[in-house]
């Protein structure tokens, strides 16, 4: 089949469900690309002034949480029907995003942040099993290219509302949010219910038939191998929201960025700029999207005869070169080169990851299958928040850098509190070391080289295409 004959094949149910996850990304990642800066960014300018060690944490617990729930919540959406599900998370979502923006203690923000986890891990499964079960062999790994470039289709329109909107409330990011998942909600009188195997048995022994069933699957020693090798690339790739959003923000001047787009269109820059001639993180690290979007499809139709695992060790080791070139230089422009190799990485790897799972799945299962492809994402999650908190305040943190200089130096500077910003910490220490702020912060990348943490994250992606290789040949023992 050609490709024009293998998008005639989809069900209108497939079109159904490519078009809720559009919404239901959108909404996700018009909070999550931002999360990141949210939490940590300075309190006088409306964010909540956590460390990077508390983002880091709560952002690597909550995901970790989102990711693992699917396992159990797919076998509910089998029991109970896919459709209940679906109203039941669209009611979570809608509340859970609306309070995001309600709360500010760190306790709170973790308990609501966790509250939308929920609604998204009832989500998840029903969505990718409802693909699976509108693809076959012929049609499943552009069917999946599809979807992938769905997902970032909403990834992509997210992160601009909310990027034009927290400049005015960071609560707008949330209640934008939160009305979007609204839409989902009229879409579902659409969606059909798929044929499934019913069950008159509880829920507390579904649960436990659940577990039991993964005990079986996780009973495959080869299988298993695969999913703990996977953990290291979805623990790469979720640096480009753990990780990069903070870092441009602390070590990249984006006005430079803004003035080489204006020279080309002064109308672009002024959509995808800010009016004091900046551009936010947000906006740099949408141009991922932004690539899946134009070439998913491409890519999706040149490795469609590739083996799933060779698709995934090429596109994996491209990831790693995108990720260790984001900062060889300090020239933010350079980030539009590396982000494009990345995103041609992601985009031959992790739908694959998806096709591999789901073909291997069998057809009365599919969403308790589909479930457990989230276990690698769950640790992968995990591990990033690891990383991008405890590790990136060591290496990369510019408050942490900044407290060791000043400390060295035995200067005497207030505190960070309430009432004393990270923004009036840096504003006196740049007066106190008589620098100005953009020298400050050259000073700091020369002598503590921040920029190396790249280098941490781009050798966990090699290190996981090695070991996808030797499981190939070794396990599997592919020629």
């Known amino acids: 089949m050609n490709i024009t004959q293998v998008i005639k094949s989809f069900s209108k149910n497939y079109w159904m469900a490519c078009s809720m996850e559009l919404f239901e990304r959108w909404a996700y990642y018009g909070m999550f690309a931002v999360l990141a800066l949210y939490l940590t960014g300075s309190k006088d300018t409306g964010a909540l002034g956590f460390t990077q060690i508390q983002k880091g944490h709560m952002m690597g617990i909550v995901t970790f949480i989102l990711y693992f729930l699917p396992v159990i919540t797919g076998s509910i959406a089998d029991k109970f029907g896919y459709k209940k599900v679906l109203f039941v998370a669209y009611i979570i979502l809608t509340l859970g995003y609306f309070l995001m923006g309600m709360v500010t203690s760190y306790t709170s923000v973790f308990i609501v942040f966790l509250f939308v986890a929920l609604g998204a891990a009832l989500f998840k499964p029903v969505i990718s099993a409802t693909i699976a079960r509108n693809t076959n062999e012929t049609n499943s790994s552009v069917g999946f290219g599809i979807f992938y470039m769905v997902v970032n289709i909403g ?92 870092f441009i923000e602390q070590w990249v001047d984006t006005s430079i960025i803004y003035k080489n787009i204006a020279t080309l269109s002064p109308f672009l820059a002024s959509k995808i700029g800010n009016s004091d001639g900046s551009i936010s993180p947000e906006m740099i690290i949408n141009i991922d999207a932004l690539y899946i979007i134009l070439f998913q499809i491409v890519v999706s139709t040149l490795v469609m005869k590739l083996k799933p695992l060779n698709s995934m060790i090429s596109g994996i080791l491209i990831c790693s070169i995108g990720l260790g070139l984001w900062f060889v230089t300090q020239n933010g422009m350079y980030l539009f080169l590396s982000i494009m190799i990345f995103s041609f990485g992601e985009m031959a790897s992790s739908p694959k990851i998806s096709e591999y799972i789901g073909r291997i799945a069998p057809k009365e299962k599919t969403a308790l299958y589909m479930g457990t492809s989230f276990l690698p994402l769950a640790g992968g999650n995990f591990f990033a928040g690891i990383l991008s908190g405890n590790v990136y305040t060591q290496m990369s943190d510019k408050i942490t850098l900044l407290k060791t200089e000043v400390s060295a130096r035995g200067l005497k500077i207030p505190e960070i509190s309430d009432s004393f910003t990270q923004n009036d910490y840096i504003e006196q220490a740049s007066q106190t070391m008589r620098m100005s702020k953009q020298e400050l912060t050259q000073f700091l990348w020369d002598t503590y080289h921040p920029s190396n943490i790249w280098m941490v994250f781009s050798g966990i992606g090699v290190f996981t295409a090695l070991m996808l290789f030797l499981y190939d040949k070794l396990l599997l023992k592919s020629k």
């Open 155 to 246: 990834a992509f329109i997210g992160p601009i509302f909310a990027s034009k909107l927290r400049v005015h409330s960071w609560n707008y990011v949330f209640i934008i949010s939160s009305t979007v998942i609204l839409f989902n909600l009229l879409l579902l009188i659409f969606y059909k219910e798929p044929k499934r195997e019913k069950t008159t048995d509880s829920l507390i022994k579904v649960i436990v038939t659940v577990f039991r069933n993964i005990f079986e699957v996780l009973k495959d020693f080869k299988f298993v191998i695969f999913l703990s090798i996977i953990v290291g690339f979805w623990t790469m790739y979720w640096q480009l929201f753990f990780t990069l959003p903070t």
